[in-house]
Nanobody, 123 residues
Framework: QVQVVESGGGLVQPGGSLRLSCAAS????????MGWYRQAPGKPRELVAV???????NYADSVKGRFTISRDNAMNTVYLQMNSLKPGDTAVYYC?????????????????WGRGTQVTVSS
């Protein structure tokens, strides 16, 4: 079983910055990729940024040049540095861990989600 816990959300003024952190813990797993998604009220959940175990990174067009994803492989932790925040960035941000889980002789891939952290950009 894998637990995913986010931290770092809050209220910030437009143009400000926030840094989100997410840690995956448990046993019998390795990580394929970790990423951030967000969901604003009345809208579907959308990808913000993802980083694979090999370091390949993908950003949503709406955050390119403003957000930076990074990862500490040894700590199974991923970070999202958010700069130049806009009111449109207001959402609940969820951490996703794409893990390979080993149960005896069987291995399978599974997505684990955190509970989310609220980011509000408002003056």
């Amino acid at each position: 079983q894998v637990q995913v816990v986010e931290s770092g959300g809050g209220l910030v003024q437009p143009g400000g910055s926030l840094r989100l952190s997410c840690a995956a813990s448990g046993s019998g797993f390795s990580i394929n990729a970790m990423g951030w998604y967000r969901q604003a009220p009345g809208k579907p959940r959308e990808l913000v940024a993802v980083i694979t175990n090999g370091g390949v990174i993908n950003y949503a067009d709406s955050v390119k040049g403003r957000f930076t994803i990074s990862r500490d492989n040894a700590m199974n932790t991923v970070y999202l540095q958010m700069n130049s925040l806009k009111p449109g960035d207001t959402a609940v941000y969820y951490c996703n861990t794409d893990a390979r889980v080993r149960t005896g002789p069987v291995s399978y891939d599974y997505d684990y989600w955190g509970r989310g952290t609220q980011v509000t950009v408002s003056s």
